[in-house]
């Protein structure tokens, strides 16, 4: 059974910073490609983060680019996304998100490749 569970969420004030982390079970971790997604009230989900299943390549949202950072550990079967320099408009429901082994992915921050998600995990930035 495929599983992923978010965690670390909550309410910090803009500037702050917040650790996102995510366990992975049920597949094969090592052998996908999986990114961090969020939605915001009346809003698309939206991609903000990727990595490649060996960690060697990583993709940000225009709207994140230097203030996250994504990583994964494949031995421990897990994503993170750190946060920081947080805003207001970074206030959103997260989703980690991971494509399924053997797909061929177009852009990784697009979410049509990814079939796995998480529940979510609320962040509230206040200024």
């Known amino acids: 059974q495929v599983q992923l569970v978010e965690s670390g969420g909550g309410s910090v004030q803009a500037g702050g910073s917040l650790r996102l982390s995510c366990s992975a079970s049920?597949?094969?971790?090592?052998?996908?490609?999986v990114g961090w997604f969020r939605q915001a009230p009346g809003k698309e989900r939206e991609g903000v983060a990727a990595i490649s299943n060996d960690g060697t390549y990583t993709w940000y949202s225009d709207v994140v680019k230097g203030r996250f950072t994504i990583d994964r550990d494949n031995d421990k079967r897990t994503l993170s996304l750190q946060m920081n320099s947080l805003k207001p408009e970074d206030t959103a429901m997260y989703y980690c998100?991971?494509?399924?082994?053997?797909?061929?992915?177009?852009?990784?921050?697009?979410?049509?490749?990814?079939?796995?998600w998480g529940q979510g995990t609320q962040v509230t930035v206040f200024s």
């Open positions: 998100a991971a494509v399924p082994p053997g797909t061929i992915i177009g852009h990784p921050l697009k979410a049509s490749p990814y079939k796995y």
């Open positions: 049920g597949f094969s971790f090592s052998k996908t490609y």
